[in-house]
């Protein structure tokens, strides 16, 4: 797979069009509390307007309803961008108007004009032909640099891309860097690879398990989601989080690892509790003496020990998902410890999905990772071993 990147095209003194992925979080007052996916776009930004063009930025932001909302409006992120950039960003009174059109056409290189909400037109979620047809016609170039959407078929995303030839689109640094390390890690790992998956549900990572499993030296299950794969295997797992009906698929997927010789790490104790709160009663327990009633909330010390000590000769570690309810402090614990060993260890290190990324940042283990996506969705899609709509048009 041959991606086409933005520094094989030319694009000097052209009109660029970027979609970003700005879907920053706020507070009740709109301050932006972690402008992380703002400076990764940095890189193509500065890139398109060192090579002197007139560059219009898109992004969506939220979930607005009906049209145009004050509260979803790109202003802060307008805002934060020129404070980052220390250049002037003109936002743009709407999506697609008369008026945008205007600034569109006399935006001059050098420029930076912000779009309002993707979202605040009904066509960016249905992928509109009309839509993406008016995007397209704002510019000559256009620029996906919005990992965290690429996995949705949206206008501004996928829909538009058809509206360019191969040399006059392609993929910003930051989604080349996180198609490359997916595509790197997943295909040709220095081994033992080993793969971490937790979280909550075996039904939300089941395509991934089947793709990893194959190429994967070890797998280490945690969180929710084990507990499906203990019941499988025949332990009281009490009111833990379980899937019953995947159950048999939990029994295949354990086979499967055992025919393909790949070592299959599950939580052998538990921090179980009375109930799903932090004030909760809770204990360390075997996987064996789960007490009816309780649920597992955390992989207990032990299982700590042992996935650390599966870490110890690995030269690849992919990590998807928390071990344990990180949220609470109480039940932290396994996932924080696992963070550490993931960080301290000699291998390449990628995170991804949402969680995982802000767990990480939350056990200060962050720089110390070789890779953390931005996108939690899409990190997964790639995992499935799917190419995601918004970068198939991209590709050579
Ligand atoms: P996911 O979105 O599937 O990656 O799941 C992440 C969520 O799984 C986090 O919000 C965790 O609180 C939750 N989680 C992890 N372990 C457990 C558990 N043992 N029981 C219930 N929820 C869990």
């Keep these: 797979m041959q991606l086409q990147e933005i520094n094989k095209i030319d694009i000097a003194n052209k009109k660029i069009f970027i979609r970003c992925d700005f879907n920053v979080p706020v507070d009740e007052y709109q301050n932006i509390t972690d402008d992380r996916r703002i400076r990764s776009a940095l890189n193509t930004i500065r890139y398109c307007i060192d090579n002197d063009c007139a560059v219009i930025i898109a992004s969506h932001f939220g979930r607005p309803k009906n049209g145009f909302e004050d509260k979803f409006s790109l202003k802060p992120i307008a805002k934060r961008l ?182 299959f790490y599950l939580p052998v104790d538990v921090i179980a509790a009375e109930a799903f709160d932090s004030e909760a009663f809770a204990k360390a327990v075997t996987v064996q003496e789960i007490p009816k009633g309780w649920m597992g909330l955390d992989i207990g010390p032990a299982s700590a020990l042992l996935f650390a000590q599966a870490l110890e000769d690995a030269h690849t570690i992919l990590w998807n998902g928390p071990m344990g309810v990180y949220e609470m402090d109480k039940f932290a614990k396994g996932s924080t410890k696992l963070s550490h060993a993931v960080a301290s260890s000699y291998a390449t290190t990628v995170v991804g999905g949402g969680d995982t990324a802000d767990l990480v940042r939350r056990t200060g283990d962050e720089d110390e990772m070789t890779f953390i996506s931005t996108g939690g969705g899409a990190s997964l899609e790639l995992i499935e071993g799917k190419v995601l709509p918004g970068v198939k048009a991209l590709i050579v």
């Design 82 to 263: 020129h404070t980052l950039l220390k250049t002037q960003i003109k936002l743009a009174p709407n999506v697609i108007c008369y008026e945008t059109i205007a600034m569109a056409n006399e935006l001059k290189s050098g420029e930076i004009m912000l779009l309002e909400n993707m979202r605040f037109e009904s066509g960016e979620t249905k992928n509109d032909p009309e839509l993406s047809k008016t995007l397209a016609s704002l510019a000559d170039v256009f620029i996906n640099d919005a990992f965290g959407v690429s996995h949705r078929a949206h206008a501004s995303v996928e829909g538009i891309a058809q509206y360019f030839d191969i040399d006059s689109k392609a993929a910003g640094f930051l989604l080349a860097k996180e198609i490359k390390f997916f595509y790197h890690i997943i295909e040709e790992p220095k081994r033992p690879f080993v793969s971490i998956v937790g979280g909550s549900k075996v039904s939300g990572k089941l395509e991934a398990l089947y793709n990893l499993v194959p190429k994967v030296d070890k797998i280490i299950i945690g969180g929710g989601m084990a507990f499906t794969f203990l019941k499988a295997l025949g332990h009281e797992i009490g009111n833990s989080l379980v899937e019953e009906e995947l159950v048999p698929e939990a029994l295949k997927i354990m086979d499967e690892a055992k025919e393909l010789g790949v070592k």
